[in-house]
């Protein structure tokens, strides 16, 4: 239901699912099942460039991969950082000031 949601919004427009989902993400207060489709709706419908050089999403992400969600959320939160190039041991210690190399 909620990534079919996702897909219509997209459909939409596709700059506000991406601006809804990442901030969905990066709430710390969100549900585990909204962040992971919210994640799956950025891998699927997201703006690939972006999203692998967006410092603050890519931690959000490893922390949420790491955290304590259920493992299936946690497999989900691990593509998502392979699919941009980013595996989680590598963003353990990016501080948010710091540029991530291309």
């Known amino acids: 239901m ?4 996702a897909s219509a919004l997209h459909a939409l427009d596709p700059e506000r699912l991406q601006k809804r ?7 710390k ?3 585990d099942d ?3 489709t919210s994640l799956m709706a950025l891998a699927t419908f997201g703006d690939d460039e972006a999203l692998g ?4 999403l ?3 992400v490893n922390r949420f991969s790491a955290g304590k969600a259920p493992s299936k959320y946690k497999q989900g ?8 190039g980013r ?10 000031n710091v540029t991530l190399p291309q």
Do not use: H
Not at 21 to 27: F, G, N, V, Y
Not at 53 to 56: G, H, I, M, S
């Open 34 to 36: 909204i962040k992971a």
């Open 58 to 60: 890519l931690n959000s």
């Open 53 to 56: 050089k967006d410092k603050e």
């Open 77 to 84: 939160a691990r593509r998502f950082l392979r699919k941009f």
């Open 87 to 96: 595996a989680p041991e590598q963003l353990a210690a990016i501080p948010f």
């Open 29 to 31: 207060s969100d549900y």
């Open 2 to 5: 909620w990534l079919l949601s």
């Open 21 to 27: 989902a990442r901030e969905i993400i990066l709430d």
